[in-house]
């Protein structure tokens, strides 16, 4: 069965420094999707990045950046340049080849102060 | 291009009521996926739809269903409410090509049992 682990409940960053979310997944699949959501209080999931279990690269939206390490079954998530409108929940998911069913972690509530 | 987008936004009802929420894609989306989400549950999938068709259903009891009409628009009704379907409701939609992609959230419908 797909799992997803984020074993951070909260993190705070300072404004402007880097931070990194974690998460771990298992899978028995060759091929499935990582994907990073972001949840303001407004409630409305919001789509961060995606890396496809087959890409080589790791996946780069802006300031976010996803350091997938297959072997170990990592896929965190990188935020540079932390802004105070980065405070939310955060939540990494999984899907697997040909659906569109996502599984979620528990996600990570960050918070970023002055 | 507009988002998804899901109505109502929020909706306060009785317990053994019936409730039915409705998800519009993002124009040429044609997968349609519902998410419960709750304080003690987290994020829990529901059900998938693509051309009318599901094509997944989680681990929920029969009062919850689904449907898709040939515009990809989703409806879902819950019959004989209880408090413990107090939750927000997410409905995700993407372009499913085979591999897994991006899904998109509406801002979801807060549905309160009282």
């Known amino acids: 069965a797909q799992k997803i682990t984020q074993t951070q409940p909260g993190m705070f960053v300072q404004e402007k420094e880097a931070v990194t979310l974690d998460c771990t997944y298992d899978?028995?699949?060759?091929?499935?999707?990582l994907f990073w959501y972001k949840q303001p209080s407004s409630g409305e999931m919001i789509f961060l990045i995606y890396?496809?279990?087959?890409?080589?690269q790791n996946a780069t939206e802006g300031r976010y950046s996803l350091n997938f390490q297959k072997a170990r079954k990592s896929a965190n998530l990188v935020i540079s340049a932390s802004q105070l409108g980065d405070s939310a929940m955060y939540f990494c998911?999984?899907?697997?080849?040909?659906?569109?069913?996502?599984?979620f972690g528990t996600g990570t509530r960050l918070q970023v102060f002055p | 291009k507009a988002g998804v987008t899901q109505t109502p936004r929020y909706l306060i009802k009785t317990r053994g009521q019936q409730v039915t929420l409705s998800c519009s894609p993002i124009?040429?989306?044609?997968?349609v996926s519902w998410y419960q989400q709750t304080p003690g549950q987290g994020l829990q999938f529901l059900f998938e739809?693509?051309?009318?068709?599901?094509?997944n259903k989680g681990n929920f009891p029969g009062r919850f269903s689904g449907r898709q009409f040939s515009n990809s628009r989703s409806e879902m009704n819950v019959s004989t409410l209880e408090l413990g379907d107090s939750a927000l409701y997410l409905c995700a939609s993407s372009i499913p090509t085979g591999e897994n992609t991006e899904a998109f959230f509406g801002q979801g419908t807060r549905l309160t049992v009282v």
């Open positions: 739809y693509f051309s009318e068709t599901q094509r």
């Open positions: 899978t028995s699949d060759q091929s499935y999707g």
């Open positions: 124009s040429g989306h044609r997968s």
């Open positions: 998911a999984m899907s697997r080849h040909n659906t569109d069913k996502l599984i």
């Open positions: 890396q496809g279990s087959y890409d080589e």
